[in-house]
């Protein structure tokens, strides 16, 4: 017999979301340089384990990292410069933890996981404040810039990312995650509203700085914008990796909205043995992932867009559109 | 509030100018700077609009022309051509034309052919290099590595053909060095059915793709009479409508006896400029076709005037190599010559005076980045930042040549 701890949930959400997140970013790396390497009439990463196409290849990258000297710049505000990394890599992690993987896996329990994909979009928007800070604290030119170009494409995917998703809340009538993907048993919500998954995936395109809106840092003017200055484990725990937990948290909401989370593809509803719950978070895992990789496709085909093409695009475009989103799912709130 | 704006805190400038003056941003661009290449330029900045900037070339200044005269004349070549690697066979073509015309040498019927046959790839070559640099300072990194993986391509037929990928030293007074073998007479209409497929998709993906177009439309503007009054060159005169070139304008080579157009757009922007590019690089491959059709496959491959000086036994082999052995035995006349090359940047120019002795008394060197860099800094100004990188990769400034 198993003692009692051993079969707790929560610990085994923790385990799995450590390992699978971890596993998935090692892959979504790997993934995206060997897109862009087949795109680009190459090879990609290959030297280091050439049997597994150069999978080992991150880890080798992260190694260097974690050894590399740490330097931090005479001028820089060193509290924050070594405060802000962590945290921008912890608020970027955390919504991993707060939402359910099925409808018994998860850490949080009753009210606290009703709200689970709210807190997790209010974390996931207090990235681009650590950002700021960064650039703030590196004090150089170019950090600065970035910095405020950062603060100013908060405004440009904020609102249209916190009406995408209030319209699915909309549309669902709750805002409980498991209440949310019992909804999408048959039809998931990118086919409840279109127009609020479209709207969510570009305004998650700005906050992760994917192509084309890879404006803050962006290597051709400001030199990797606020992240100019950080080298080592800072680096790899924002620009190198940081950027990437980002995205795979604002996935992971993405595939609990709109892609249906576990919610199978057939009918009926899941075993509820662990091994049933574990099936159904590898099923969202999987939905994740293939969110983040159309999000590192797009670093193959797409120049970077300008700033103020970006901001006139969003404020004219991307905001009308989630509003047409909202009027959507207003209308379904009524009829459904 | 304890800190103080010197520490933590933007160093804005004011300037008296304008109504209430207004406060700007002074950037230090380069030259360490993934875009900047070996020049800094002080950029000063009104919120996101370049109100100022001023190049401070001279970070790789290898004093060329000083070297060019302590040294046998004929080491000049290797000399020159790092002037600019991408497009070292034109560079090469202008200084030897410039020997040609001091000495008095002919080129041979051979050369001639085999000239415009790697004058036109050193221009796609050069042209390839700038767009793809271009494309990776637009975030296309895609573009990048595709046009630096067809000029890969260039240049393993230019290996083929001279024995080095990017220092040919090929062009010798006179005709050329080596003649090309058959596996380069093999492989070189395939490379450009190849480039032609290839260049399509490069169109679509990084200029026809909407974000690649509003980064480069409405961008850098140079109207026609900037241009010229800034003596602009190459692609950066002939995307803002000047119908100039010198292939047809002063002609050299036999460039005459092929059909080809001068790419001109009218747009004057970034985008026009990158027009320009794309449209040489198809003018090329038409030229390469014709040439690589009527190109003589036996004969020798420097002039009569040049063959006197090569000793006989080295005279056998005329036709397949040349030894540079009778060069380094020739002394310059007291004369000057002058020879002037359409490159891919644009003209280069070099006049050479000759001392009595193997060495030049005098080398005067032209080259069209540093002609474009007025051109490029007035376009510059107003602006955004981010259409910096965006109008130097549409000049493709290239700061080693600049510096000479």
């Given at each position: 017999m198993l003692p009692s701890w051993l079969l707790s949930v929560r610990l085994w959400d923790f385990l799995f979301v450590v390992i699978v997140s971890g596993i998935i970013l090692l892959t979504i790396i790997w993934a995206e340089r060997k897109i862009a390497a087949r795109v680009q009439m190459r090879v990609g990463p290959?030297?280091?384990s050439p049997k597994l196409g150069g999978y080992l290849q991150l880890i080798a990258d992260a190694l260097r990292f974690l050894t590399q000297e740490v330097i931090i710049p005479q001028d820089a505000n060193r509290w924050l410069f070594v405060t802000a990394p962590p945290l921008f890599i912890t608020l970027a992690y955390l919504p991993a933890f707060l939402v359910p993987l099925s409808p018994h896996f998860a850490l949080l329990t009753g009210p606290a996981l009703q709200y689970g994909l709210v807190m997790s979009l209010a974390v996931l928007l207090y990235l681009s404040i650590v950002v700021v800070a960064m650039g703030w604290a590196v004090n150089n030119r170019f950090a600065y810039i970035g910095a405020a170009r950062e603060s100013l494409l908060t405004t440009a995917y904020e609102i249209p990312i916190i009406l995408a998703l209030a319209s699915m809340f909309l549309t669902f009538k709750t805002i409980d995650p498991v209440g949310i993907v019992e909804r999408q048993t048959y039809v998931v919500g990118a086919i409840y509203n279109p127009i609020a998954f479209i709207v969510y995936i570009i305004g998650v395109a700005i906050a992760t700085s994917r192509f084309p809106f890879?404006?803050?840092?962006?290597?051709?003017?400001?030199?990797?914008?606020?992240?100019?200055d950080f080298s080592s484990i800072f680096l790899a725990l924002t620009f190198g990796g940081g950027i990437y937990v980002g995205l795979f948290s604002y996935s992971l909401l993405g595939a609990l909205v709109f892609l249906g989370g576990w919610a199978p593809i057939t009918p009926g509803p899941w075993p509820v043995d662990i091994l049933g719950n574990l099936a159904a978070a590898v099923w969202v895992m999987v939905k994740t992932f293939i969110l983040m990789v159309f999000f590192v496709f797009l670093r193959s085909v797409m120049p970077v867009l300008r700033l103020d093409h970006t901001l006139a695009f969003s404020w004219r475009g991307l905001l009308l559109l989630s509003l047409a989103a909202a009027a959507v799912s207003l209308a379904e709130f009524f009829l459904l | 509030m304890g800190v103080e704006m010197r520490e933590y805190g933007l160093v804005l400038r004011e300037t008296s100018s304008g109504p209430g003056g207004r406060r700007t941003l002074e950037l230090l661009f380069g030259p360490q700077h993934p875009t900047s290449g070996h020049i800094r330029f002080f950029v000063e900045l009104d919120g996101d609009i370049i109100v100022d900037i001023q190049p401070d070339p001279g970070f790789v200044h290898r004093t060329m022309e000083k070297l060019g005269e302590t040294r046998h004349f004929i080491m000049g070549i290797p000399l020159f051509e790092r002037l600019a690697l991408p497009d070292a066979i034109n560079v090469t073509w202008a200084y030897s034309m410039a020997l040609e015309r001091m000495f008095g040498y002919d080129v041979s019927e051979r050369a001639e052919y085999l000239r415009v046959i790697f004058g036109e790839m050193s221009r796609i070559s050069a042209h390839l290099y700038d767009l793809g640099l271009h494309a990776i300072m637009l975030g296309s990194s895609t573009g990048f590595m595709w046009a630096f993986g067809l000029r890969d391509l260039l240049v393993n037929l230019w290996a083929i053909a001279t024995g080095s990928r990017t220092t040919p030293t090929w062009v010798v007074p006179g005709g050329v060095r080596r003649a090309p073998p058959k596996a380069f007479y093999d492989r070189l209409p395939g490379f450009l059915d190849f480039l032609e497929r290839k260049l399509d998709e490069f169109y679509k993906l990084v200029i026809r793709n909407p974000v690649g177009y509003s980064r480069l439309k409405d961008v850098g503007y140079l109207s026609k009479e900037e241009a010229a009054a800034y003596l602009a060159t190459g692609p950066g005169i002939r995307g803002s409508g000047v119908d100039w070139d010198t292939r047809r304008d002063i002609p050299y080579g036999i460039y005459k006896n092929f059909e080809w157009n001068v790419v001109v757009e009218d747009g004057g922007d970034s985008l026009a400029r990158t027009l320009v590019r794309i449209g040489e690089i198809r003018e090329s491959i038409k030229i390469i076709r014709q040439a690589f059709k009527q190109v003589p496959m036996d004969g020798p491959l420097i002039g009569h005037a040049a063959t006197h000086k090569i000793p006989p036994k080295e005279r056998e082999m005329l036709n397949e190599l040349v030894r540079l052995s009778g060069y380094y035995v020739t002394t310059t006349p007291l004369a000057e010559g002058a020879g002037m090359t359409e490159g891919g940047r644009g003209r280069y120019f070099f006049q050479v005076w000759g001392s009595?002795?193997?060495?030049?008394f005098r080398v005067r060197i032209s080259t069209p980045s540093w002609q474009n860099l007025r051109a490029f800094m007035k376009a510059c100004i107003g602006a955004r930042l981010m259409d910096l990188p965006a109008i130097y990769g549409s000049f493709g400034f290239f700061p080693p040549e600049a510096d000479r």
């Open positions: 290959y030297h280091i890879e404006i803050a840092d962006y290597e051709g003017d400001v030199a990797t914008g606020p992240y100019s | 009595g002795t193997e060495r030049l």
